[in-house]
């Protein structure tokens, strides 16, 4: 018989269909799932004999869950700071100067960074786009997830064109031309060897890079791009997979008089930077999701219509797009942030209400991976993925209204108990998980020197000259 654990707070946000608050309120955890959540005395009389952990001074919610991010990000932040360079940079040390170790080393650092910012459900590209000459890369890239008991979701598939795509293997000495066929056959050994492995926690998305790596000049999918969605409609019905790709103007419409079984409620879409308003409908029409990234330098170059496609009945998650080059994985931050992004381009301080943001980055969030009958809210039956913020700081006082408090003045550091599957992986804000913090660190740094030297690209780790004093990067 499972054990029975209460998790006795402070306010519950339980996320629920009614969006319920209970203040105080408890929540009841038997083996990973949710048993019961409710008014704390309700919940501590129904579980009379179940162990408690005591969280009164703090707010209890659904874990939180970051829909789009890019493995190797967390350890090339601030490569090539200043320059311009750093999304080929970075294509060039993760296609050709990093091994096994490198993606396991990354791993471990970026679960950390998401764990301890009450990040329990993520997903990750295995790198910039997908590196899929050897499954062996994905796997690597998963591992640190799978150890720290996360739930976490690999996104592997084509990777940008054109292809042919070189890749080397330091370890091997091998070179590798990746082609459509060598990504499709290394995606679906990726699924084998992944999708419901660590107890269900790891699972697989077929992620191409671009929804449409290809337009032409009347802005059609090529012949190459029409393959490409095939291939992936294919693999993602086939399999029961999820899909998501990275998409920018004109690509959704592209896609939807290519291969229109491509748009369903499988797919999620990053970024959808400079998207117009006839593909806001395409996707609100079938269901298709969006994660935004307020941080993105994809949002930088063009806008995505947030407020827009939310009105217009598109599901949106906010999500980081990893923690690089000058971002991080504190999810919570970064939802204030694409709040306050929206209110300023509007002039409106109405937009964007504490509550939908919350919704964007857990019960949204789930939706736009699928996962939303498991996690990304606090109901019976659901996994039992829940976090708790410390509400004993005075960024957090008067204690008012909970929700807008914790949207508007929360952060990751703030985060003090975290539970996967009912497994407590951090409490009273320290990791509960077999991590030896400092070797991770010192394996962190000691990998991303060894890969950039193999690409000679050490002076991209030098301080910009125009660091201090310049108004601007010169370039």
């Known amino acids: 018989m499972s054990r029975t654990t209460v998790l006795v707070g402070g306010a519950v946000v339980t996320v629920d269909e009614a969006r319920r608050v209970h203040d105080p309120g408890a929540v009841a955890i038997e083996g990973d799932r949710i048993a019961a959540v409710g008014p704390r005395e309700q919940v501590l009389t129904e579980h009379r004999d179940a162990e408690t952990i005591e969280l009164q001074h703090a707010a209890i919610l659904p874990g939180l869950v970051d829909s789009h991010g890019h493995a190797g990000h967390a ?4 490569v090539a700071d200043g320059t311009g360079e750093w999304l080929d940079a970075v294509a060039e040390l993760y296609f050709r100067a990093s091994g096994t170790s490198f993606w396991e080393a990354e791993s471990r650092l970026a679960a950390l960074e998401r764990l301890q910012a009450g990040v329990t459900t993520s997903l990750s590209y295995t790198g910039s786009m997908p590196r899929v000459d050897d499954p062996k890369f994905a796997e690597a890239a998963a591992s640190g997830y799978e150890a720290y008991g996360l739930r976490h979701v690999v ?8 292809l042919p795509r070189r890749c080397y293997d330091p370890e091997t000495g091998t070179e590798t031309l990746v082609d459509l066929d060598r990504a499709m056959e290394t995606t679906e050994a990726v699924v084998d060897d992944l999708h419901g492995s660590a107890d269900g926690r790891l699972s697989v998305a077929v992620a191409p890079s671009s929804l449409v790596p290809e337009l032409d000049d009347d802005g059609a999918a090529t012949a190459f791009s029409v393959e490409q969605l095939e291939r992936v409609v294919a693999l993602a019905e086939d399999r029961d997979l999820s899909m998501q790709a990275h998409a920018y103007a004109g690509e959704v419409a592209a896609a939807a008089a290519a291969v229109p079984e491509v748009l369903s409620d499988r797919l999620s879409l ?7 308003e006839r593909e ?10 969006a994660s935004h990234g307020p941080l993105t330098h994809a949002y930088a170059s063009a806008r995505f219509p947030v407020v827009e496609a939310m009105e217009a009945g598109v599901n949106v998650a906010v999500s980081t797009d990893g923690a690089a080059p000058d971002r991080s994985f504190d999810l919570l931050a970064q939802g204030r942030i694409a709040a306050q992004l929206q209110r300023a381009h509007f002039g409106d301080t109405s937009l964007f209400p504490a509550g939908k943001v919350l919704e964007t980055m857990t019960i949204d969030a789930a939706e736009a991976l699928g996962l939303e009958d498991e996690v990304g809210s606090l109901e019976p039956g659901k996994r039992a993925d829940v976090v708790a913020v410390d509400l004993d700081a005075a960024k957090l006082a008067p204690r008012v209204q909970h929700v807008p408090r914790l949207v508007n003045y929360a952060d990751g550091s703030d985060v003090e108990f ?10 009273d804000g320290e990791l509960q998980v077999d991590a030896a913090v400092d070797e991770v660190l010192a394996d962190a740094d000691r990998e991303l020197r060894a890969a950039v030297e193999r690409a000679g690209f050490e002076s991209y780790l030098d301080p910009h000259p125009d660091l201090w004093g310049a108004v601007r990067y010169r370039r």
Not at 155 to 162: E, I, K
Request: contains cysteine; aromatic residues 0%.
């Open 270 to 276: 990053a970024h959808c930077a400079g998207i117009d």
């Open 280 to 289: 806001i409908e395409i996707m609100a029409e079938n269901d298709v999701s």
């Open 418 to 427: 975290v539970a996967v599957d009912g497994e407590t992986l951090v409490a």
């Open 155 to 162: 996104a592997v598939g084509p990777p940008n064109a054109p």
């Open 75 to 78: 350890l090339t932040k601030d």
